[in-house]
């Protein structure tokens, strides 16, 4: 469907690798969607499980947060998502 929609809007040929590579690395890597689908319907609780399984190596391996309480990391890892960027 992307192909074809590329096609009818007669998109340059490096413009519709651009867009291809997107949406192949989106997929590839998370599906935003379903993940916002997801965390929009999870209660509370079950929403910062699944945040602190994703999240907290990472902010466990910076030095900023390394002296951070319990609470403070809490506070941060709910506000982390996912954002895509092209490689």
């Known amino acids: 469907a992307i192909q074809e929609a590329m096609r009818v809007l007669a998109l340059p040929s490096d413009l519709q690798m651009r867009i291809f590579t997107f949406f192949t690395y989106e997929q590839i ?18 929403r910062f499980e699944l945040n602190l399984h994703m999240y907290l190596e990472l902010v466990g391996k910076s030095r900023l947060f390394r002296r951070a309480r319990p609470r403070a990391i809490r506070e941060i890892v709910m506000q982390l998502e996912d954002v895509i960027f092209l490689p």
């Open 29 to 46: 890597h998370r599906n935003n969607r379903l993940f916002t689908e997801l965390f929009t319907n999870l209660p509370p609780q079950l």
